[in-house]
């Protein structure tokens, strides 16, 4: 229960306007909201090129602070060995449909018919540089642009030499991101095409001093072969960055968002500082300013423990045999792979604090509401994945009643039972080429890319194709050679049982 003097209003209110939805986005990041992870220093470090993160993990969110100038001043106050002071950034591609640095899904589309996918990335390279370094390059159109690298290669790698010399000599860095590569093709064989000439040109880049690429991909992207067919690709694939979240990460997030959000974050920090000993110092950048949390408080899982004893239930029960409060959260919303997204967590921190001032307990998170909460992320978890993996639901809604732990073969044949397999297949077929969703900035249109699985499947046992599939984007666990698990993250919104487990949503 929260103590004596307790800021309960200001903490009740701050999480209640943690945000509702959390859709991809270009737009810089709000300074209060940029919680500079240590874990995540690699991914943010210039020199690193390759960043895989499942869906929720940051991957937007820091191709768009890395394209802030106050975003990068503020994490370069915090990690200043990254010299993110001395760092020009530009977007390479993003989900935006009028973002002049590059073309839109549709512009790459008509020029991936005609040219090379290492030319088009070389043109959207060179034709941002060019306009900013003072370079001329006569190239009205994205066509122009391209033809001119695909005619005059010659010409191009020295125009990128001249440019990286001059930053070097200046002691500058620009960096090149990109972002959202799977929604840059209509289909695998577009996208593959695309991701395999981008990463060519990232190892090229890597010869220039001056000019540097980073790219954002998700797993599945990252774990296909095809896409590093080319030589010395290994350079690359094995110098990737994971994005992860530990437990005290996740912690942190929700302590830096109480500290800065609001006008309870004062008082929050003055609690902290009389019944905590924690001292803040501000951090400011552009007129902007930031309180980051002290170091202790984003790693002393003690520490951590006690700041939430002071607003939720110590236990997820009467006693301890129900587990810890601090552990039980972020082990409920974990997928089979043990990672948390923090949009998960966050999501299941506002609802529980909802649930429980609805059902008028004292703390500020009671352990009933974190119950309620889970299962309000497992639903936004599922819908997410529907969104990176149609095909999701069609997986999912034949196990509706199915208890787990259970038998590989007993999940196999519900899909076979009710055809999921054909059903893939059919909703394929029938979003081959999806109506415009819209005429926004933000590329929203959706294609149906059937699972990677399928492709490379027996035509006999393609459901064990689809258990691999479940296993390798973190919805399925094998517990051993014939017994597989669900976490409960995925769990309770499809309606599968487990017994003493949260209750699955009906």
């Not at 110098?239 to 005290?248: A, H, K």
């Not at 909703?427 to 492709?455: C, V």
């Amino acid at each position: 229960m929260a103590a004596d003097g307790f800021p309960t209003v200001q903490v009740r209110q701050s999480l209640d306007e943690l945000p509702e939805t959390m859709a991809v986005s270009t737009a810089e990041p709000n300074p209060s909201e940029l919680y500079v992870v240590l874990g995540h220093e690699r991914a943010l470090d210039p020199d690193s090129t390759l960043v895989v993160g499942d869906r929720g993990t940051g991957k937007s969110f820091w191709s768009a602070a890395l394209n802030s100038p106050v975003s990068r001043a503020l994490i370069h106050a915090q990690l200043p060995r990254l010299h993110l002071d001395r760092v020009q950034t530009s977007w390479g591609f993003s989900v935006s449909t009028r973002n002049e640095d590059h073309p839109s899904r549709r512009v790459l589309q008509h020029l991936q018919g005609r040219f090379a996918p290492e030319d088009i990335w070389r043109a959207v390279v060179l034709r941002q540089l060019a306009g900013r370094y003072g370079e001329e390059l006569r190239a009205d159109t994205w066509d122009d642009a391209v033809t001119f690298v695909a005619e005059n290669p010659e010409q191009e790698e020295r125009l990128l030499n001249r440019i990286s010399s001059r930053l070097a000599a200046e002691g500058k860095r620009h960096l090149v991101v990109f972002d959202a590569i799977d929604r840059a093709g209509s289909d695998w064989k577009m996208i593959r095409e695309l991701a395999r000439g981008l990463l060519q040109l990232c190892l090229d880049l890597k010869g220039l001093p001056g000019i540097q690429a980073k790219v954002f991909l998700r797993p599945d992207l990252w774990e296909d072969r095809t896409i590093w067919q080319f030589p010395d690709s290994s350079k690359l694939h094995h110098g990737r960055v994971v994005l992860e979240w530990r437990r005290t990460d996740l912690y942190g997030l929700l302590w830096h968002w109480l500290c800065n959000h609001g006008d309870g974050a004062k008082h929050y920090r003055s609690w902290l500082c009389s019944q905590h000993r924690l001292s803040f110092q501000t951090t400011e950048a552009h007129g902007e300013q930031v309180y980051p949390i002290p170091a202790k408080l984003r790693q002393d899982e003690d520490l951590q423990q006690a700041v939430l004893h002071d607003m939720a239930t110590r236990y997820m029960g009467t006693n301890r045999r129900r587990g810890r409060t601090y552990t039980w959260l972020p082990n409920h919303l974990a997928d089979a792979k043990g990672q948390v997204s923090p949009r998960s967590f966050l999501i299941a921190v506002r609802d529980a604090q909802r649930e429980t001032r609805a059902e008028g307990h004292a703390e500020v998170l009671h352990w009933e509401g974190i119950k309620r909460g889970v299962q309000s992320a497992s639903s936004v978890r599922v819908q997410e994945l529907r969104e990176d993996y149609p095909w999701i639901g069609t997986l999912l809604k034949p196990l509706n009643g199915q208890t787990v732990p259970c038998r590989g073969e007993e999940i196999e044949q519900r899909w076979q039972e009710a055809g999921t397999v054909q059903a893939i297949e059919r909703d394929r077929a029938e979003t081959l080429s999806p109506k415009p969703s819209g005429q926004g900035d933000i590329d929203d249109e959706r294609f149906y890319l059937p699972p990677h699985a399928l492709a490379f499947a027996s035509s006999q046992v393609p459901e064990k194709a689809l258990i691999q599939e479940l296993q390798r984007i973190g919805v399925i666990r094998r517990i051993d050679d014939e017994k597989v698990d669900i976490p409960d993250l995925f769990r309770v919104a499809a309606a599968i049982g487990r017994r003493g487990g949260v209750r699955p949503i009906r």
